[in-house]
C-alpha cells in the first residue's frame, strides 16, 4: 500500500504539468486480478480506481455490467476484495468505485475502515446525492478516506461550488449524460464541465465517462487535470486479452497524453 493520499498526489501530477491518467478495473474479475491493476501502474497509471462489483451498477454501462457480474458469479465481495489489496504493494493511491448499499448496509465507519486498513486513499459512490452524503463523508474524514464527488453537465453553479466544498481526492467531471462506456467521439460537454467544475475547487478535476481512445483523452485534457477511464480498459479483461493488453493500452494513452502535456 502505498500510503499516498488521491489529492496531493494528483496535485503533483498538475503542479508539473502533466495529466493523470487514472485507469477503472473491476475487482474481483479473475483469479489474479491484481496482475492488470500492476500492469496499468507499471505503465504509467498516476492512481487506480478499483471497481467493488454491485449489481444493480446503475451509473455503469454494458461492459462494466458483464464485468460485475462475472465477478461476482466467481465470488468477489467487498471483504475478499478488501484482503487482496491489504496485501498489495501499490506505488500509487488507490480509490474504490461502489455503490452506496454496501456503504449502508456495512455501514459508515466500518466501511470506511475496512478501506482504510487496506490502503484505500479515496471511495466513489456515484449513487449518493450530494446533499444526503454528511453523515458518510465524515466518517469517510474519520477514517483518512477522501471522498470524491461528481460534477455532472447538467450542474448549475451553486451545486458545483458546493461540491468543490464537500469533495476530496478530486472531483470527477462526468463527461457527458449517460453511462459509462466507449464513445466514437469525445462529448462536448466533457471539456465544458471540466472548465466549469475548475472555477469551483482547489482540487485536480478528472473526466470520466466516454472516454474511448487517446486522441479523446488528449481533447479532454485541454481543460481538464487529467482522465478516467474504464470500459476499453474492462473490455480487453472480459475479452481474456490479460494483464499484457491491459499495460499495452495504458502505455498508449499515457505516451499520448505526455506527447501533448510533456510538463516542466
Known amino acids: ?3 499516498a493520499g488521491l489529492a496531493d498526489s494528483l496535485g503533483k501530477v498538475r503542479a508539473s504539468g502533466r ?6 478495473l473491476t475487482g474481483g474479475l479473475g483469479d489474479d486480478w491484481l496482475a492488470p491493476v500492476a500492469a496499468a501502474i507499471d505503465a504509467g497509471a498516476d492512481a487506480i480506481e478499483i471497481g467493488i ?24 465481495t467487498p471483504l475478499s ?6 496485501d498489495f504493494d501499490a506505488p500509487v493511491p488507490l480509490a474504490v468505485m461502489t455503490y452506496y448499499n454496501i456503504a449502508f448496509r456495512m455501514g459508515h465507519d466500518r466501511f470506511a475502515n475496512l478501506l482504510n486498513t487496506c490502503g484505500v486513499a479515496g471511495a466513489i459512490l456515484p449513487d449518493i446525492q450530494m446533499d444526503e452524503s454528511t453523515a458518510w463523508i465524515a466518517a469517510a474524514d474519520s477514517h483518512n478516506v477522501e471522498n470524491v464527488l461528481f ?16 469533495a ?6 462526468v463527461g457527458l449524460l449517460g453511462v459509462t462506456g466507449e464513445r466514437a ?18 482540487l485536480s478535476v478528472l473526466v470520466g465517462v466516454g472516454i474511448g481512445s487517446p486522441e479523446q483523452a488528449v481533447e479532454a485534457c485541454s ?29 498508449s494513452y499515457r505516451e499520448a497524453l505526455d506527447a501533448a502535456y510533456p510538463g516542466g
Open 19 to 24: 495529466k493523470a491518467l487514472v485507469p477503472y
Open 223 to 251: 481543460e481538464a487535470d487529467g482522465v478516467i477511464i474504464g470500459s476499453t480498459v474492462v473490455r480487453r479483461l472480459i475479452d481474456g486479452q490479460g494483464p499484457g493488453a491491459v499495460g499495452e493500452l495504458i502505455a
Open 1 to 3: 500500500m502505498s500510503g
Open 185 to 202: 467521439s469525445l462529448a462536448s460537454s466533457a471539456t465544458r464541465i471540466a472548465a466549469r467544475a475548475k472555477q469551483h475547487t482547489d
Open 53 to 76: 462489483p454491485f449489481s444493480d451498477p446503475v451509473m455503469d454501462g454494458p461492459i462494466i455490467q458483464q464485468a460485475n457480474d462475472m465477478a461476482l458469479e466467481h465470488g468477489a
Open 151 to 166: 460534477a455532472a453537465p447538467t450542474s448549475p453553479d451553486e451545486r458545483l461550488k458546493r461540491t468543490g466544498e464537500l
Open 81 to 86: 476484495i478488501a484482503d487482496a489489496l491489504r
Open 168 to 173: 476530496r481526492g478530486f472531483v470527477y467531471a
